[in-house]
């Protein structure tokens, strides 16, 4: 019964960090294809525009987690 638990959850967590990849790299060919550079954009904007950019970002990874692992 621990077999069918363990093996269950190790699938959902590799589902789970294949999405994480495949989001990265959507993000990165969308930025690509629009010739937008994070890093330029990073430096220049203001800390209130990074710290929301990353709030969403990671709450989209924690609620995209949730979604596969429940």
């Known amino acids: 019964m621990e077999t069918v638990i363990i093996t269950s959850f190790g699938m959902k967590l590799l589902l789970a960090v294949l999405a994480f990849l495949c989001m990265r790299l959507a993000m990165w060919m969308v930025n690509r294809a629009l010739g ?3 890093g330029e954009w990073l430096e220049k904007a203001d800390d209130q525009a990074i710290s ?3 709030g969403r970002v990671y709450m989209g990874v924690c ?3 949730g979604l596969i692992l429940s």
């Open 63 to 65: 609620i995209m987690f």
């Open 52 to 54: 929301d950019f990353h």
């Open 36 to 38: 937008f550079d994070m």
